[in-house]
């Protein structure tokens, strides 16, 4: 095991640089220069030509791309052409508050999808069957910023609950958090839950099929007790595939979320920087992220084998 953890680390070199690559291209690519933006529409070009060469936007792109490459390598995530602070200090502190907002959804999903996909799969083509589909097939249709906006417009304006507080960790002050989070986490819940909940059904239908299952019947068990103490371990491994996977799906789709709900994460910091075309805040938050959601699919993978210890690595 221990072999195959180093074996997938050495692996994320060359897909950090893929995407370091593929993210500096890209944001190049798109219409707008940042000395203008940030002087504003009545700067002169002279002006303009100083503070591009003060940025190193004058440089060709391979040599920017080096220098940004190099300051990586030493942990030094650049500093941001708008505030002229480190990045990676505002990066850290911003992803504290995305990945709280990211566990409570998660959790919220899991606790409600589970449970729900189990049902469905044990009482198949009943009501409750039907209802689970639809409510599943609901939550991947709509998109998240229209539940967090019906939210919004539900539950804080109209019945004044949950009313817009500063952001507070729940380090601090559980209560508060609370809060300021529940309706955030649920909006990312209800996505996160429709798939899980699809996939949880698909596989316990899938397991009950199976001849331990009959077996364990035969022999008097409780039905309960055949689902959770048989069926449960044995079709958790594509359940956990799309948790995992939608862990990763949460902290990027974080943005959205975080700009309804005006929460000063990472996935805001990130789109801050996209409308002030601040290159290096840009790069490096969508480079974290896709460090993180890496390191994600790893622990999932070292997962499998403690459900299934027939699994090798």
Do not use: C
């Not at 953890?5 to 944001?27: A, D, Q």
């Not at 936007?57 to 190099?70: A, I, S």
């Not at 380090?171 to 649920?186: G, H, N, R």
Request: a neutral charge; proline letters at 5%.
């Amino acid at each position: 095991m221990g072999r195959y953890i180093v074996k997938r680390l050495i692996s994320l070199v060359p897909i950090i640089f893929g995407i370091s690559v593929l993210v500096f291209t890209i944001l190049h690519l798109v219409p707008g220069d940042p000395a203008s933006i940030m002087l504003g529409t009545s700067a002169t070009p002279e002006a303009i030509k100083v503070l591009r060469q003060e940025m190193g936007l004058d440089l060709p792109l391979v040599q920017q791309y080096l220098q940004w490459m190099g300051g990586l390598l030493q942990g030094d995530f650049g500093v941001s052409v708008h505030t002229g602070e480190p990045i990676l200090p505002e990066i850290l502190s911003r992803f504290s508050i995305t990945l709280q907002l990211t566990v409570l959804g998660a959790l919220f999903g899991w606790l409600f999808a589970i449970p729900l996909g189990i049902i469905s799969a044990v009482r198949v083509h009943s009501s409750v069957d039907v209802v689970v589909r639809l409510f599943a097939m609901l939550g991947i249709s709509v998109p998240n910023f229209a539940i967090g906006t019906l939210l919004l417009l539900g539950l804080s304006l109209y019945f004044g609950w949950f009313p817009p507080i500063d952001v507070v960790s729940f380090w601090e002050d559980p209560a508060e958090a609370w809060q300021v989070f529940v309706l955030p986490a649920i909006t990312m819940g209800i996505v996160l839950a429709a798939g899980v909940m699809r996939m949880t059904r698909s596989a316990f239908l899938e397991t009950l099929e199976k001849d331990f299952i009959r077996t364990a019947r035969a022999k008097g068990n409780n039905q309960w007790i055949v689902i959770v103490g048989h069926a449960l371990r044995n079709s958790s491994i594509p359940i956990v595939t799309i948790a995992g996977m939608q862990i990763g799906y949460l902290l990027g789709g974080s943005v959205i979320v975080e700009q309804l709900f005006s929460i000063p994460g990472l996935g805001q910091y990130i789109l801050d920087g996209i409308y002030q075309r601040d290159y290096p805040v840009v790069q490096g938050g969508v480079l974290f992220v896709a460090l993180v959601f890496v390191l994600v699919n790893l622990l999932v993978d070292v997962i499998y084998t403690w459900i299934d210890p027939r699994i090798k690595y």
